[in-house]
T-cell receptor, first 113, second 115 residues
Framework: DAKTTQPTSMDCAEGRAANLPCNHSTISGNEYVYWYRQIHSQGPQYIIHGLKNNETNEMASLIITEDRKSSTLILPHATLRDTAVYYC??????????????FGQGTTLQVKP | DTGVSQDPRHKITKRGQNVTFRCDPI?????LYWYRQTLGQGPEFLTY????????KSRLLSDRFSAERPKGSFSTLEIQRTEQGDSAMYLCASSLWGRYQETQYFGPGTRLLVL
């Protein structure tokens, strides 16, 4: 699975959009980009995933560049409850793949009032 | 609540004792994963099951660790002769594995402290 690079930490003002970048320059054609977040002392929470196209759900939007070497997770209106560590993970699906997630250090997002 | 559940949520034990954790996955999820997370680090993969078969074990899983998923539903993770280095959060995740992609959903974790 491709390695990802994320900034260690970011701040965001409450009510503003939080844009969290992730680099995955060695991503393969069949690898998906997954985002999870982990609020202090809780289990990781699935946010969103995508392959090529931009994706949006009730939690966030995922923008993947055309060359797929980087992506951005967007929380449109950050709240204090969005303060967490955000993990960007690249993983190939399908048979023969264990499916295990390889977590990096993630980005600690601090939403400030 | 139909999410992944884990029991107990917290466990304090003395070095050398055995501990067992339980994970109940989301109903009908055929894959179940165990991860371990130490302070300040991201979760690390330990092992996973597809139905009742244990298909992969990490090198992190020493011979003191054993996991089972006897009927393809809930799973247990046992640590024998605990050591202080076993202190960590133990996370369980489940997924419905298909041909193209799967999404893992995590439980709240069991926090283990070995004294």
């Amino acid at each position: 699975d491709a390695k990802t690079t994320q900034p260690t930490s970011m701040d965001c003002a409450e009510g503003r959009a939080a844009n969290l970048p992730c680099n995955h320059s060695t991503i393969s054609g069949n690898e998906y980009v997954y985002w999870y977040r982990q609020i202090h002392s809780q289990g990781p929470q699935y946010i969103i995933h995508g392959l090529k196209n931009n994706e949006t759900n009730e939690m966030a939007s995922l923008i993947i560049t055309e060359d797929r070497k980087s992506s951005t997770l967007i929380l449109p209106h950050a709240t204090l409850r969005d303060t967490a560590v955000y993990y960007c993970i690249v993983r190939a699906p399908g048979s023969g793949n264990t499916g295990k997630l390889i977590f990096g250090q993630g980005t600690t997002l601090q939403v400030k009032p | 609540d139909t999410g992944v559940s884990q029991d107990p949520r917290h466990k304090i034990t003395k070095r050398g004792q055995n501990v067992t954790f339980r994970c109940d996955p989301i109903s009908e999820h055929n894959r179940l994963y165990w991860y371990r997370q130490t302070l300040g680090q991201g979760p690390e993969f330990l092992t996973y099951f597809q139905n009742e078969a244990q298909l992969e074990k990490s090198r992190l899983l020493s011979d003191r660790f054993s996991a089972e998923r006897p009927k393809g539903s809930f799973s247990t993770l046992e640590i024998q002769r605990t050591e202080q280095g076993d202190s960590a959060m133990y996370l369980c995740a489940s997924s419905l594995w298909g041909r193209y992609q799967e999404t893992q959903y995590f439980g709240p974790g069991t926090r283990l402290l070995v004294l």
